[in-house]
C-alpha cells in the first residue's frame, strides 16, 4: 500500500500469523513536524464466549446473547476513548507548540520595545544638550 499526502486514511490487509513491519516517509514535506498513529484491529473480533473458550455450536441463550451484545458495546466504547484520547493528544501537541512560538515572538516583541524606547531616549537627549562648543584661545 502506498498513499502520498493524506491527513487520514484507512487501510485493510489480509494477515496471517507472522511478523509485520512499517514504513513511514517524510516526503509530505520535509519541513513540519509530524506525528503518525495508527491503529490495528481484526474485521471481525472474537465473540465473547470463543474468548472463554466454549466451543458449543447450540443456539445461544438470551442470556448469552444480552452478555455479547454488551461485551459488543464495551468494546465499541473502549474503540472511542482511544479515538478521544488521540484527538486530545494531538490538540495538547498543537497547544504546546502554539505556546512555544507564543513565547518566542512575545520576547521578539519585548526586545524591539526595549530597542525602541532606548533610541527615542537617545533621540530626545540629544535635541536638549547643548551643541555649542565653547573654545578658549
Given amino acids: 500500500y502506498m498513499g502520498q499526502k493524506k491527513k487520514w ?22 519541513i513540519s513536524h509530524k506525528v503518525i498513529y495508527f491503529h490495528l484491529s481484526p474485521d471481525y473480533p472474537e465473540t465473547l464466549s470463543a474468548k472463554i473458550g466454549v466451543k458449543h455450536q447450540a443456539v445461544p441463550t438470551l442470556t448469552e ?7 459488543t458495546n464495551i468494546e465499541n466504547v ?8 488521540l ?6 501537541g498543537n497547544a504546546e507548540q502554539l505556546s512555544v512560538g507564543v513565547l518566542w515572538w512575545s520576547i521578539f516583541q519585548a526586545a524591539i520595545i526595549l ?23
Fill in 65 to 71: 446473547v444480552l452478555c455479547e451484545n454488551i461485551n
Fill in 9 to 30: 486514511d484507512k487501510f485493510r490487509i489480509e494477515t496471517s500469523k507472522g511478523q509485520f513491519n512499517f514504513c513511514f516517509s517524510n516526503e509530505f514535506s520535509t
Fill in 87 to 92: 484527538k486530545e493528544a494531538i490538540g495538547r
Fill in 115 to 137: 530597542v525602541t524606547g532606548m533610541g527615542q531616549v537617545v533621540i530626545l537627549k540629544t535635541f536638549f544638550t547643548d551643541k555649542t562648543s565653547t573654545r578658549k584661545p
Fill in 78 to 85: 473502549v474503540k472511542l476513548q482511544k479515538d478521544y484520547r
